[in-house]
C-alpha cells in the first residue's frame, strides 16, 4: 500500500500491531463506535483480525438522520455486530421530567444518554478500543494508545487508542486508501460530529472540536474515568 502522507506507513504499520497483539477474538473485547472516521478506521483495522467484534454505538435519540442512516448502512455493509445502547428514557420521557437539557444543562444530558449508558455496557468487557486521537483536543494532548481506565463501580479496563498519533489527515488518506466511505456530515464542513442539538460547525478551524457544545466545554465525559 503506498501512502502520499509521510510517516503514514509507520503509523499503521504501529497501530495494526497494536491491535494485533491486544486482540484475543474474546467477548470481552469491544470497539466504541461514533460512527466518525476515526471511529471507523480503527473498526476496520479490528475487524480485519475480529470481524464479530462488540461495536458499541450511543443511541441517545438526539443523532442527526445522516447519522442513523450511515449508521444502518455501515453495520449492513461490514455486517457488523451493533450494540446500541440506549439511555433509560427515551427523549421525549427525559423532555417532559427534565425540559431540554441539551440547553440548560448539557454535563446532565450527556450523563445520561451517553456516560450511563456506555459504562453500564463496558462493565461486561476488559478490551476498550476507541478511536480518540490527540489532535482532537487539548484535553487529548496527553492520550497514550494504551491506558487503564476505572469505571465507577470499580471494574478496570484495558482502553487501547491506535490513532492516538495520528492527524487528521492521516485518517481521511486512511480511509480513502481502503475504500472506506464516510459520514456525509463532513461534505457539509462538519469536522467533529455528535448529538445534532449540541453539534455546529467549528467555531474555530483551529480547533475541530470547537462547534461542539456550542464552546461550552469539549468533552461528553464518557472518556474521563472515576478518581
Not at 15 to 33: D, G, H, N
Not at 64 to 93: G, K
Not at 98 to 118: E, N, S, W, Y
Request: charged share 20%; proline share 7%; with cysteine.
Amino acid at each position: 500500500m503506498s501512502f502520499e502522507v509521510p510517516g503514514l506507513t509507520e503509523k499503521v504499520s504501529a497501530a495494526r500491531r497494536l491491535i494485533a497483539e491486544s486482540v484475543t477474538k474474546s467477548v470481552t473485547e469491544c470497539v466504541t463506535c461514533s460512527f466518525q472516521a476515526e471511529d471507523m478506521v480503527v473498526l476496520h483495522m479490528v475487524r480485519s483480525i475480529f470481524p464479530a467484534v462488540p461495536v458499541l454505538f450511543l443511541d441517545t435519540g438526539y443523532h442527526f438522520s445522516e447519522t442513523y442512516t450511515y449508521r444502518d448502512q455501515m453495520t449492513e455493509a461490514w455486517n457488523l455486530n451493533l450494540i446500541n445502547l440506549l439511555p433509560e428514557q427515551t427523549v421525549a420521557e427525559q423532555e417532559a421530567r427534565f425540559g431540554i437539557l441539551h440547553q440548560t444543562a448539557p454535563d446532565q444530558c450527556c450523563k445520561l444518554r451517553k456516560v450511563g449508558p456506555l459504562f453500564s455496557a463496558l462493565e461486561h468487557y476488559t478490551k476498550w478500543f476507541t478511536g480518540m486521537r490527540r489532535e482532537q483536543a487539548r484535553t487529548r494532548a496527553n492520550l497514550q494508545p494504551v491506558d487503564h481506565f476505572k469505571l465507577p463501580s470499580g471494574h478496570e479496563l484495558v482502553k487501547i487508542s491506535p490513532l492516538a498519533e495520528w492527524t487528521t489527515r492521516d485518517v481521511w488518506y486512511y480511509a480513502q486508501e481502503h475504500g472506506i466511505p464516510l459520514l456525509p456530515l463532513y461534505d457539509r464542513g462538519y469536522s467533529s460530529i455528535g448529538c445534532e442539538p449540541c453539534t455546529s460547525l467549528p467555531l474555530d478551524p483551529e480547533d475541530p472540536r470547537s462547534g461542539r457544545w456550542a464552546g461550552r466545554k469539549t468533552e461528553c465525559g464518557i472518556h474521563i474515568q472515576a478518581q
